[in-house]
Structures are given as C-alpha cells and as structure tokens.
C-alpha cells in the first residue's frame, strides 16, 4: 500500500469558449501584469481580447511581452521589476509554457528579493526558500502540451551555465484553459506540445512515484492523445480534436505534481539547456525509442498495463510482448503526427556532446536520477543519446 498526499488547489475552468468566464469570475486585485510571449498572441487578437476583458473589469494592466521560448532568468528579474514598480497585486501568465511558467516566477520574484536563481535547489542556484508567497497568478494558456496551467512548476534557463531547472513556485490560483486559443497552432508544433503531454503522463506511470490516482489520470490522458493528437496535427481546426488534447495536457499537468516526470525529462532540458532552440517537446520525441525501450526491458509489467489499458495488445501476447506493443504504437503515432523522421544530429548535436549532455544532466536533477524504477548508468545514458543521434 503506498503513500501519497493529493493537493491541486488551481480552480480550473476548461472547454471551448471558456475564456470567457474571465469576464465574470472574481478576479486577485485591480492591478495585473499580463505577462505573454508576443507575435502569434497579438496576431490572434488573443492579447487585445484578455486586455479588454481585464479592462472591462476595471482592473488596471500592465503588459510584458518580451518572454522567449525556454525563458531566461533576466526576463524574470525585468517583469518582477515592472511588477513591483506598478504595485502590480496579481499576475497573468498567457501564452505557452515559456510565458506561464515566466509568469509564475515573475509572481514569485515580484514579492521576493534577489535573483530567481537563489532560489533554485540545484545544481548552481542559490537553494533559498521563498520568504514570502508570491501574487496571485492567473494562467491562460494558448498551447495544449506543458499542462503547466495545473501545477506549480516553472521552467527556468541560465543561459551563463546551460542550466535549464525546474522550480517550484506557487499553483495559479485560477487557469482558464480554451481550446479554441489552440485552433492556430502549426502542425509541427501541436506535435511536438502533445507529446510533451502523453510524455509527462507515460513519465508519470512509470515513475516511482506513481499512485492509483495519477495512474488513472495518467493513462486517460494517455489515451485522449492516442485518439486524438494526429487528428488536430492533420486539421488544426478541428475543435473536438483540439478539445481532446487541451483536455489532456491539463490532466497530465496535474498528474505530474501527484506523481512526477523521470529522467527523460532532465536528459530533455540538458538537451535543450544546451541547443535553447531545440523546443521541449522535439526533444522528448527525440531520445523517447531510446528511452522507451530500456524502460520496456526493465519494467514490462508497467508498459504493458499501459497497452492493455489502451487496447494494443492481442489474447495471448505474454508481458514482455505486450510491452513491446506499446512501443511500436508509440513509433507509430510519432509516424501518424509528422514526427519519427528526425534525429539529434539534425539540431547539431554530435558524438562530441554525449559527455556534456550527461554531465548536465545530473545537475540538473542535483545527483543521481531519483525517480526511474531501475538504475540508468551513466553508460547507459550515452547509449541512449548516441543512438538518437
Ligand atoms: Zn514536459
């Protein structure tokens, strides 16, 4: 029997058209900081539509719209700046995961001295705790894959260091989560975003700190991305698949706060620590054969409830057969959404980096990986990239 602690305090309004309750729900203050990323937002009309409403509301707005993909640690301490020179008493993140996960740092550092990075627990940040809470966050997000709308980690890069850490900062008090703020994503990157999210929840099963109820969160967001993602990757106007996959990402960002990711991810973000350009996403698509399959080996019995519970098994198959049927429809939809052609070396990443990639790698996690169910060797772990090369 094990243990667990369940607490997800985010009050989440989800489904098309839900934008609007931010018209009439009660709002954290008078005073926001709208923090987004900029171009598609404003070529949308997404921005000028939560101003107005914000507006409408009599709340004063104050806008930062300069935050890059993989946010850096300057954004934050330049919109916590803003933040606090306006009296700014809420914030809102909009956009993708960079600008919501900024955000939640920017709501932390409005309210904390110093750098963001004294209060990062690994590798070379500060490991300060917060002294004092941070305003209240307010997450719209314009993507379906970080699913950060549900849980209270950001993302943050030194780029002095190659550095690229999660934290964990405060839940969003409330996160308004509209599909139709996702109908004009690119194909590429609807693929790489609801991998991100299948990752997280696939991640979360297997990880040791599974429970009964992020497994049964885990594998329905599983399946809504099986059923759906190459639909909205093939017709990004199609509502009911967009729907699915939003739906998704918010369950499997909730289901990694009651679980947890493994080191797929922290070999993910030394990866794109390392190439700022490679999106989170991509990279988790990149070394997932890799990966995938060593788990496969090690824990079958995990993998092969995920094929059961998703219908890829047949009568008879034995456990290890099973888990194997896992992975060829993993192969499968990455072939279905556009995504299996592309390798490592494609973003300039060369035998040369493997010691690199590791190195960072355990940095980021602060020592050794913590979270898989069997033992990666550092070996091991250079097989694994060499063969995503
Ligand atoms: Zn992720």
């Not at 429970?211 to 594998?219: E, G, I, N, Q, R």
């Not at 698509?285 to 409830?305: K, V």
Request: charged share 20%; hydrophobic share 45%.
């Amino acid at each position: 029997m094990n243990h667990f602690r369940f607490f997800i305090p985010t009050e989440l309004f989800y489904g098309a058209g839900s934008l609007e309750k931010l018209a009439t729900e009660p709002l954290p203050g008078k005073r926001a900081l709208v923090v987004t990323g900029g171009n598609s937002i404003k070529r949308l009309e997404i921005l000028e539509r939560v101003l107005s409403i914000l507006q409408s509301r009599s709340v004063e707005t104050f806008l930062y719209d300069r935050v890059t993909p993989n946010p850096v640690k300057e954004i934050v301490a330049e919109a916590a700046r803003l933040a606090r020179n306006e009296n700014c008493d809420f914030v809102v993140g909009l956009g993708g995961g960079s600008p919501i996960d900024a955000a939640k740092a920017i709501a932390m550092m409005a309210a904390n001295s110093g750098d963001i990075w004294d209060y990062i627990q690994v590798g070379s940040g500060g490991k300060k705790p917060f002294s004092k809470p941070g305003l209240p966050l307010i997450a719209i997000p314009t993507t379906a894959g970080t699913g950060t709308e549900g849980n209270p980690t950001a993302v943050i890069t030194n780029p002095d260091t190659g550095e690229k850490v999660g934290m964990s900062c405060a839940f969003p008090v409330k996160s308004f989560v509209d599909p139709e703020l996702t109908l004009n994503i690119s194909p590429s990157y609807t693929a790489f975003q609801g991998f991100d999210a299948l990752f997280h929840s696939l991640e979360a099963f297997i990880s040791v700190r599974a429970t009964p109820v992020s497994d049964v969160w885990a594998l329905e967001s599983m399946r809504l991305i099986f059923a759906h993602l190459a639909a909205a990757v093939n017709d990004g106007m199609n509502l009911e698949a967009r729907a699915a996959v939003s739906r998704a990402s918010m369950m499997a960002g909730m289901v990694i706060c009651i679980s947890s990711c493994t080191s797929a991810h922290l070999i993910e973000h030394s990866l794109s620590g390392i190439v700022q350009t490679l999106p989170h996403g991509e990279g988790l698509i990149l070394i997932s054969a890799a990966f995938h399959a060593l788990g496969a080996q090690q824990i079958p019995d995990r993998y092969a409830l995920i094929a059961d519970a998703l219908g890829f098994t047949k009568p008879g198959q034995t456990i290890r057969e099973k888990a194997r049927s896992f992975l060829t429809a993993l192969e499968d939809l990455k072939a279905a959404c556009g995504v299996s052609e592309r390798r490592l070396s494609d973003h300039g990443f060369s035998e040369k980096d493997i010691d690199r990639i590791v190195r960072n790698a355990h940095l980021i996690a602060g020592g050794p990986f913590t979270r898989d169910r069997y033992e990666i060797s550092d070996e091991s772990l250079a097989e694994m990239i060499r063969a995503s090369l």
